[in-house]
């Protein structure tokens, strides 16, 4: 919610609810919907009043709350390896748009390169920036794994900085697991022993190939980090119990997660 606030700021859009208050909202909607598993959107956007190219002089900014079931994003093989590919699409550069900003008109880049992607024959794209480095997947940040140690780029490589990525981070030192924060280029990913992506959506998930370089389907890494990563959002591990909103009693059986 910190970064939907500070994303709509960006954009000028004036959210008119405390961080509490939109926090409560989403437990309220989850709470309304019989969903065993949900993924849930905050939206803000200006609402009625004029057509405007500057619409934070003209319009009011509306907050809707949306929620979806999910289940696997890629599939049933998605734990098994999903099949990437380099899109011929560039990841747009901050110069044009603050690619640290989730916003919706950013995704119009995402859809071009997952069409392509998916038109081809593959799961996913994996775009490069405007240098020809790694940046990111249609919607999810990138990691890669060499000889035990771990990488993943940040905003100077024009990327979102996901909270999913955020979360893998802090469980890698609690693994012992060492990562370092730096640019990724393509021979870094083609000499990687394991690469995977991480996002709210794809939660985490391996990488089994890209385009034709196929990756070891022994993935000691990424099952560790798989493991920490579902232990701690399910509420299984009390140092990330901070991580879990309980939105029913947990005697009636039935707990939802925010991730």
Known sequence: MERFVRSAGVYSLDIPYGLDELCDVVVETLAANDLESAYIRPLAF??????????????????????????????E????????????????SSKALPSTVKAC???ANSVLAMQDAVARGFDEAILLNDRGEVAEGTGENVFVVKDGNLR?????????????????????AQLDLPVEVSSIELDDLYAADEVFFTGTA????????????????????????????????????????????FVREASKGAVADLR
């Open 46 to 75: 200006f609402g009625e009043k004029t057509i405007s190219l500057a619409p934070s002089l003209h319009c009011p900014t509306h907050v809707l709350i949306a929620l979806r079931a999910l289940g696997d994003y890629f599939g």
């Open 77 to 92: 093989g998605q734990a098994a390896g999903i099949r990437t590919t380099i899109s011929p699409w560039r990841k747009f």
């Open 105 to 107: 008109g950013h995704y």
């Open 152 to 172: 993943t780029n940040d905003r100077s490589a024009d990327v979102l900085q996901g909270i999913t990525r955020a979360s893998v981070i802090d469980l890698c």
């Open 202 to 245: 794809v939660e985490v998930t391996p990488i089994a190939c890209v385009d034709e370089h196929v990756f070891a389907l022994d993935r000691p890494i990424v099952s560790r980090i798989r493991a920490a990563y579902q232990k701690a959002t399910m509420g299984d591990d009390p140092r990330h119990r901070d991580w879990v909103t």
